[in-house]
């Protein structure tokens, strides 16, 4: 695991702009000429031609963080407004209630013994889907580990329902404000367009996980020795059971707090498709939301600031790795380098179909996910780079964001992801042991991206 350690997100994004600025020494100018299709800026590919550098220094290099940090400002202020408003939603405990209430049905009824599985990963995988659900699963470990050794299943599966649940929605997502809204802003997508395919992406992915850990979960049923975790199950089921401690079900308030949280998502999605909301509407809906939910929680005025402000506070790190990734195309784009980085790339992608094209796009950003896995800094890094690189090789930039997603599906494997790793510490499960068991789950998210990259591409999506 040494041997596997990397520096963080921010060495890393620093090495890189240190890189970039290197490279305006050495690169030389470059430009594409761009016309005006549907309103949008599109590159004529036959174009390209040399232009002067401009080499950047110690001084831009310096400022080029603030400079980021200054051009992404409507996405930073989105994303911490957007972690305080869910984490007051969090605060009020309504999300919490519904899961303890549903896994406590599962000793009265056969029916929610037999659907723990499906009904548990579909509301996980909704919740990576819409809010972006990544480290919020973290603490409910805790419940569905002990919960899976007590429906005679092992740590795997327990670990798996709401880990790879909300990874896999978050990959497949289709109204993810943190990667989706994202990289559609970068890249001059409407915002949220191409839902009805990304829907079937989701049902899709979703589906095969649920399938999966079905099978995976009846086989260890038949035969609990069979499971990698067999000797620290036994551990732990020695330990206790999953503890309600003082939990009595949900209570109307709770449900009427899911509701306001429903009523939010689907007021979003009315207000993108009927009247092309952007960043700012959104992001006026979710403190409306917050207001409001925090009403019915009955928070105090004090915890809900307090609640918003940590939200927020958690997101800091999300804000400035967006910064320094939006300050590596600022010193490309100053030293004017960015159409020759495209032209260079240009041949490593073009294929003599855009199924190709896109396929290989897939795959490069799943190599830029073991390096970098915050899926907002991602697409800040990226999508600048592979938006009108898609136009030169003839794939569609919606089809682009989607080879840009799928590159997530890695996360729930790579050592180098913080939340795998803490959920696995969390788990007691060793990463090697998560890894040989995660392999074939891999594999199929790999042929899923591959053939699920291949209708959009061919319909120009």
Known sequence: MKKLKLPNTFILLLMILALIALATWLVPGGKYDTHLVNGKQLINPDSFHYIEGKPQGLAAFLMAPIKGFAEAGLIIGFILLTGGAFNVLHKTEAVDAMIKSIARAHSRSRLVRVGVIPLFVTLFSLGGATFGMNEEAIPFILIFVPLALALGYDTIVGVSIPFVGSQVGFSAAFLNPFNVGIAQSIAGVPLFSGMGYRVIVWFIATAVTIAFLMWYAARIKRNPEKSPTYLLD????????????????????????????????????????????????????????????????????????AAFVQGSKDLVGTALVIALARATMVLARDAQIIDTMLHGLMPLVASSSPVFSAQKMFLIQTVINFFIHSGSGQAALTMPIMAPLADLVGVSRQTAILAFQFGEFTTPMIPTSGITVGVLALARIPWLTWAKWMIPLQLIYLVLALVLLVPPSLMNW
């Open 234 to 305: 036994q551990e732990k089921r020695a330990e206790g059971s999953i503890d309600f401690g003082s939990f009595e079900g949900m209570t109307g308030r709770h449900k009427l707090v899911l509701w306001v949280f429903a009523a939010t998502l689907g007021g979003m999605v009315f207000g993108v498709v009927k009247f092309g909301w952007f960043i700012e509407e959104i992001g006026a809906l979710f403190l409306a939301m917050t207001v409001v939910v925090a009403l019915i929680g009955r928070l105090s005025s004090d915890d809900a600031v």
